[in-house]
């Protein structure tokens, strides 16, 4: 299962076909720089990632690492046709059971909003529906076609959609457990930021131990629920601040960090600056 951090979203760089006659092989690569989707719409490619075996048949994909080799492991036993989409991110991303989850950092715009979220992807998998995963990738083709900026921006699209249709088939973000608890623990504090929470609360909330949801958000967004909290009410708070003429006091208040000075000591530690310096700089007199 491959982890991505978003934003931003991989991005669509090239896409291709083939087709391999009897005794045909897959050429043999070695840390190419980017992720290599392949779907098999007959016949049968066999490779090997690093000792670890990919047979892709008919109907199937498999998503080929960016810094590790893979090779053919025999050559083909019947005419086999295939797309293979280059694609690649600049964001952080992880193998599943390979890595310590990533820690997300904190930017430095002053009002960017960004909510970042996992986007889970299997290595491989059959498509339920492959014609129209097919259709996809000659749409991909036929756009590839037109060098033109319009032409780049639909490919962008159509890519992030095939990914989503990859995803929603194989069920990948349904059967993710850890997935599933920390967006139900990240959605119960965005609904109540603004309240005095606690572990036990949320506990209570989503009926987990505090320890296990934890774990669960730790893998999933790179931190604890105190400091998804806290980034959440940080940003709020910078909305108000540069939005309203509400008193720092009142602010503090309505994004609940229930006293003046811990709001103020917990806003300077995660941006660097107090409040009202944040006040000053983004808001004209």
């Known amino acids: 299962m491959f982890q991505f951090i978003c934003p931003p979203l991989p991005h669509f760089m090239q896409v291709g076909e083939d087709t391999y006659p009897v005794f045909g092989k897959h050429a043999d690569r070695s840390n190419i720089g980017v992720f290599d989707l392949i779907v098999v719409t007959r016949g049968c490619l066999y490779m090997e990632e690093e000792q670890r075996e990919i047979d892709i048949s008919g109907g199937h994909y498999a998503i080929l690492r960016p810094d590790r080799a893979h090779r053919t492991t025999k050559p083909c036993s019947e005419e086999t046709h295939f797309y293979w989409l280059h694609f690649h991110t600049v964001g952080p991303w992880n193998a599943a059971n390979e890595k310590e989850p990533f820690t997300l950092s904190k930017h430095e715009l002053p009002f960017a909003q960004i909510e970042y979220f996992p986007f889970h992807l299997p290595r491989q998998g059959k498509l339920p529906t492959p014609q129209a995963i097919e259709e996809k990738m000659h749409e991909l083709l036929q756009l590839q076609e037109q060098p033109s900026l319009h032409s780049r921006w639909s490919q962008q699209q159509l890519f992030h959609t095939l990914l989503q249709m990859l995803q929603e088939e194989s069920g990948a973000a349904a059967d993710n457990p850890y997935l599933q608890i920390a967006e139900a623990a990240a959605l119960f504090f965005r609904r109540h930021y603004q309240d005095p929470l606690s572990y036990k ?85």
């Open 201 to 285: 609360l949320m506990a209570e909330e989503l009926h987990f131990h505090p320890n296990y949801i934890a774990i669960c958000m730790k893998k999933t967004f790179g931190c604890t629920p105190l400091e998804y909290l806290t980034r959440y009410r940080i940003d709020k708070a910078k909305q108000l601040l540069i939005h309203t003429n509400e008193p720092i006091g009142k602010i503090a208040e309505d994004t609940g960090f229930g006293s003046f000075p811990y709001f103020i000591r917990s806003f300077s530690k995660h941006t660097g600056t107090k409040p009202k310096a944040f006040r000053k700089q983004y808001r004209s007199n």
